[in-house]
């Protein structure tokens, strides 16, 4: 298995403290940044051989210096797509592409956004995937917030957990029976570099990693495994915070 954590973005969201600085290596604590622990994740998977991170030429060599210090740096590979601005980005989908084509990578993949914070491990998730027979896994949450569901990649699954529906932002038009919803973290199957490819051939959006799995279900058996625990995306200064307090607090009871 093989290990992908997506850190080519721009953070146009996060204003002047992202300007000439990548989100994921911005602190939680003290001397850890937000990607340490998505490595720390998956690193602790069985069967993991490898992490690839992928950025952008202008915060390459800044990565590379983190993995550099990282303990587990021996694992860890960093990749330059070659953008160097949010208008000639590839998108989430696009560097997921580059990253398969570029590595090589025909095993089976977990997956995740750089600037995601999960507080529950992804072991049951990894059990749960093999116990599926490797199918595309979708890690689905239901938000405190149900109107959040509208910038999520929204799902419906049957009672075996099957995936029979998936709309990524739906915004108003998200339906009244939905309670779950995707957030970056997959396991995919050795077959993700065909998926990937035809997506990519069928013009589809490529700016968010869930447009993949949401185009997926109807064509290939999709899977969601429930996670219950805290999941930030850390899109803003706001939620920068908030896990920051969470983690502070924690250290404190």
């Known amino acids: 298995m093989q290990g992908i954590i997506l850190a080519a973005g721009y953070a146009t969201r996060m204003g002047e403290q992202c300007r000439n600085f990548p989100k994921p290596l911005l602190e939680i ?28 030429a202008r915060f390459y060599d800044l990565f590379v210096s983190w993995r550099d210090h990282h303990p587990l740096r021996a694992m860890i590979e960093v990749w330059n797509d070659g953008t160097a601005s949010v208008e000639d980005r590839l998108g989430a989908i696009g560097d997921l592409r580059f990253l398969l084509e570029h590595a090589k990578v025909d095993e089976d993949v977990v997956l995740a956004a750089g600037d995601n914070f999960v507080s529950f491990p992804l072991r049951p998730i990894y059990d749960e995937f093999h116990r599926l027979g490797r199918p ?6 239901r938000p405190a917030e149900r109107s959040l569901l509208r910038g999520w990649v929204c799902v419906r699954m049957d009672e075996t957990g099957r995936v029979t529906w998936a709309v990524e932002k739906p915004g108003d038009a998200l339906p009244e029976d939905i309670e779950y919803g995707a957030i970056a973290l997959y396991f995919y199957g050795p077959g993700l570099r065909g998926q990937v490819e035809a997506f990519m051939n069928a013009g589809q959006k490529v700016d968010a990693p869930g447009y993949l799995p949401a185009w997926l279900v109807g064509r290939a058996p999709v899977y969601a ?4 625990g805290a999941f930030f995306d850390v899109g803003t200064p706001e939620a920068l915070q908030q896990v920051r307090a969470m983690i502070a607090h924690a250290a404190r009871t």
């Not at 495994?225 to 219950?228: D, I, L, S, T, V």
């Open 29 to 56: 604590e003290e001397g850890k940044p937000i990607v340490n622990y998505l490595v720390e994740s998956m690193a602790a998977l069985p069967e993991l051989a490898r992490i690839h991170v992928v950025t952008n």
């Open 136 to 141: 595309a896994l979708l890690t689905v949450v």
């Open 225 to 228: 495994y429930k996670a219950e």
